[in-house]
């Protein structure tokens, strides 16, 4: 297989796109794709502020790497979650965050937010206590992601908060809420999500129109060392089986992941789910403490979260005996 543009060896074959490319020129489309993308959706703009949500993953690195490359003002946040069950999840995360900014960009700006240091515990921690998510840390997980992202960009100014979603992480969720009919969900789910609250950045995923195995082949040809291994606690997720039944679907008709993706975006553009979202929008009002959009009267999830593990970390009162 020869590359389209200069006949030499191909280093990647995408066949939904009918095109074999060699490693430099792979590279050369895979940033020009992500400006087109940038565009399309009309995501931002030269003189906003971007921060990029790191994990330490090749998604959200290729990501940082790529806006960094087509000159934006684009930086990094970490946020540690202490994530230990098995390996050093976590730790082994932040060093493969720090040796990017080390090797590539050394004069890019990263912010680390650590959750045990803020908070006093760590997201497994945190989760055995509010029971929330039966065992799976994931739902205290996402909550406090998502949460601190919004405040952190909100307090450092940042119109944007983007994220590595790439297609296979977007098709997967689309196909969980179609299969629930999460129409709330569903109404939520898109490229860029404007701000839902005044103050909050609006939320963009440029790699939404790439596959997971061309955002792997970017970070691998750019020199992008990442990390390997799933959070542990990814182990067995509904997600990873969602796109294991995909990905036959798409051996069996190359590109039909991102035909499912593009075609819902088109029928949410036409009207489909725009009274959900209403009705979902009416709904939020600020948080009494933090002032983050909720649903729940009075304190948001974040705060009753934490008010929770106060509770039952704090030091007995000592009692005067009689
Ligand atoms: S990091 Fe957090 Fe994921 Fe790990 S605990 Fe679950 S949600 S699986 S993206
Ligand atoms: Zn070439
Ligand atoms: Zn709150």
């Known amino acids: 297989m020869k590359c389209r543009k200069c006949g030499q060896k191909?280093?990647?074959?995408?066949?939904?796109?009918?095109?074999?490319?060699?490693?430099?020129?792979?590279?050369?489309?895979?940033?020009?794709?992500?400006?087109?993308?940038?565009?399309?959706?009309?995501?931002?703009?030269?003189?906003?502020?971007?921060?990029?949500?790191v994990s330490g993953g090749k998604d959200s690195l290729g990501l940082w790497d790529v806006l960094l490359r087509l000159g934006y003002?684009?930086?990094?946040?970490?946020?540690?979650?202490?994530?230990?069950t098995r390996f050093d999840y976590s730790g082994q995360s932040f060093e493969k965050v720090e040796q990017f900014v080390e090797t590539l960009w050394p004069d890019a700006q990263l912010h680390v937010l650590?959750?045990?240091?803020?908070?006093?515990?760590?997201?497994?921690?945190?989760?055995?206590?509010?029971?929330?998510?039966?065992?799976?840390?994931?739902?205290v997980c996402g909550l406090v992601k998502r949460h601190e992202m919004n405040r952190i960009a909100h307090e450092m100014?940042?119109?944007?908060?983007?994220?590595?979603?790439n297609l296979d992480d977007e098709v997967a969720v689309l196909f969980s809420n179609v299969l629930h009919w999460q129409?709330?969900?569903?109404?939520?789910?898109?490229?860029?999500?404007?701000?839902?609250?005044?103050?909050?950045?609006?939320?963009?995923?440029?790699?939404?129109?790439?596959y997971e195995r061309e955002t792997a082949a970017y970070a691998l040809l750019r020199g992008i060392d990442y990390i390997y291994e799933e959070c542990p606690h990814a182990v067995g997720s509904k997600t990873i089986a969602?796109?294991?039944?995909?990905?036959?679907?798409?051996?069996?008709?190359?590109?039909?992941?991102?035909?499912?993706?593009?075609s819902f975006l088109r029928a949410k553009e036409e009207g489909l789910f725009a009274a959900v979202q209403e009705r979902e929008e009416g709904r939020l009002h600020a948080c009494e403490r933090c002032g983050q959009p909720t649903s729940a009267p009075g304190l948001c999830?974040?705060?009753?979260?934490?008010?929770?593990?106060?509770?039952?970390?704090?030091?007995?009162?000592?009692t005067t005996p009689l």
Request: proline letters at 6%; hydrophobic letters at 40%.
């Open 157 to 165: 100014g940042y119109d944007v908060l983007a994220t590595g979603h």
């Open 10 to 53: 191909a280093a990647i074959n995408m066949r939904h796109h009918k095109l074999a490319l060699c490693g430099e020129h792979y590279q050369e489309w895979f940033v020009e794709q992500t400006a087109r993308t940038i565009r399309r959706y009309k995501m931002f703009r030269r003189d906003e502020r971007v921060l990029v949500a």
């Open 114 to 139: 650590d959750v045990n240091a803020l908070y006093g515990a760590t997201i497994p921690e945190a989760a055995r206590i509010s029971n929330r998510g039966r065992g799976k840390p994931c739902s």
């Open 183 to 210: 129409t709330g969900y569903l109404a939520r789910q898109a490229p860029v999500l404007p701000a839902s609250h005044p103050g909050l950045a609006r939320k963009v995923k440029p790699f939404c129109r790439f």
């Open 301 to 318: 999830a974040f705060c009753r979260l934490w008010d929770r593990v106060a509770e039952v970390k704090r030091p007995p009162v000592p």
């Open 73 to 84: 003002q684009a930086d990094g946040l970490y946020i540690d979650l202490g994530i230990a």
């Open 242 to 262: 969602y796109k294991e039944l995909l990905a036959q679907l798409e051996a069996q008709s190359p590109g039909a992941k991102l035909q499912f993706y593009l």
